[in-house]
């Protein structure tokens, strides 16, 4: 485990093997004095967003205890200084071209807690590697300092809190990572019971036949087609004197194969991914214990794995859900608003003040979005309110409407609705976000769609990795703590 702190030093007298600084858009550090401008303008340093630029301590010609010094950009300066996200960006870049580094120094300038807690939240987040199935080619630095002039309580509790988030958002990179020969209904629920020992949280796990027996159609139709059974897991936090409470629902698809209506064979590479929304429910509810948070917390994870066979659910099936409506399946791969029907309709049995789904739900919150922003969409106030949620935690989500005129598109000729409309081409996340909205009647929801930035198909930037990003765990986890001080 990578440690991480705050300490009192200069970057001169930082004790580790490279150090980190951030300049802005053609103006070189002026802690590095006059000298290093021609060392930095020879190595192309521009000082543009997240450019690093790699200088021998040597070349310098300063007093430093590194070796390496990093210089990371952070653009065009605004009369408010550098961002909390800017910061966070340019720390995990930083760590993340020092790799083969044991120890890093993040001497960045800033000092107000919340601006260290943004370094080192970045800077934990970026030396993340997925390391279960092959050793990196070189590791990421394993100690990670934040200087500061004084260090004190607010700043430790902010690097503190960094450090639980930032392990937070790996575990949930790591499950999303793992392939779904090694990760399937019955063992992510395993890996759920056990993190949910580890925190003090209560876990519960229905098997088939208890999801048979309790309505659920909707997850038994799903995962009928494997040999590895649906399951549902509840998570339980609940600590005294709550100010309220909050259902998290996800998405646990954990390979999405497209059932019968099979998905073209590039589109599959990253199926394993499909179950992100539950991880983040999972890391979610974890760390609201962790953190001790004044807030209950209910956690489902809708465990399935949408495979074609004999026993498969047919395109033209009609199911009854677990809220008695019954849906007619025209596309098997529009799988996940099934599973998360279901298990909303179970999380609203227990009247949450506001009940919260994510998952990695259509292609088309890509085509609206892009592959790095998210959607949300529900109750006008709860729908803010993660938006807000999501601005502090340096996510980015973008609010979306749910317009009832294309409620027509859910019209079944022989069920209360069709699971998608097979000839429509345009609003595919609006909507699957109406779909949801029929099992949530009048209740505070809010749904957010990260199918694309759950999972980062191109290079790193910042302090996100290829591969899972860990998507939406920390919006999630500032709602809870915006909820419990509101």
Known sequence: ???????????????????????????????????????????????????????????????????????????????????L??????????????????????????????????????AAMGVYQFTRYRDPDQPMPSALLVAVEKTSKEISSAVKRAQIVAQAVAGARDLVNTPANDLYPETMAAAAVQAAKTAGVKAQVLDLAELTAGGFGGIVAVGQGSVRPPCLVKLTYSPRRAKCHVALVGKGI???????????????????????????????????????LPVKVTGYLALA????????????????????KTVEVTNTDAEGRLVLADALTAALEEKPDVVLDIATLTGAQGVALGTRVSGVMGTETVRQAVFAAAERAGEAFWPMPLPTHLLEHLKSEVADLLNTNMSMTHGGMLVAGLFLQQFVGDAAWAHLDIAYPAFNSDEPYGYVPSGGTGAGVRTLLAYLEDAATA
Not at 24 to 34: M, R
Not at 87 to 114: I, K, M, W
Request: contains cysteine.
């Open 1 to 83: 485990m990578t440690s991480l702190q705050a300490v009192a030093a200069t970057l001169e007298d930082i004790s580790a093997d490279a150090v980190a600084l951030v300049g802005f858009a053609n103006s070189p550090p002026a802690v590095l004095g006059s000298g290093a401008e021609q060392v930095l303008n020879d190595l192309g340093y521009t000082g543009k967003d997240d450019q690093v630029v790699l200088v021998p301590a040597a070349a310098l010609e300063m007093e430093l205890m590194a070796k390496v010094v990093a210089v990371v950009g952070l653009g065009t300066p605004d009369s408010g200084g550098p961002s």
């Open 85 to 122: 996200e800017q910061l966070r960006r340019a720390a995990g870049t930083a760590v993340r071209a020092l790799v083969g580094q044991a120890s890093v120094g993040l001497a960045f300038g800033f000092d107000e807690p919340n601006q260290v807690g943004a370094i080192a939240e970045g």
């Open 254 to 292: 954990t390979f999405d194969s497209g059932g019968l209506s099979l998905k073209p064979s590039a589109a599959m590479v990253t199926m394993k991914s499909d179950m992100a929304g539950a991880a983040a429910v999972l890391q979610t509810v974890c760390t609201a214990a962790l953190l001790k």
């Open 305 to 324: 794995e949408n495979m074609p066979s004999g026993a498969a659910q047919h395109p033209s099936d009609v199911i009854t859900m677990k809220s008695g």
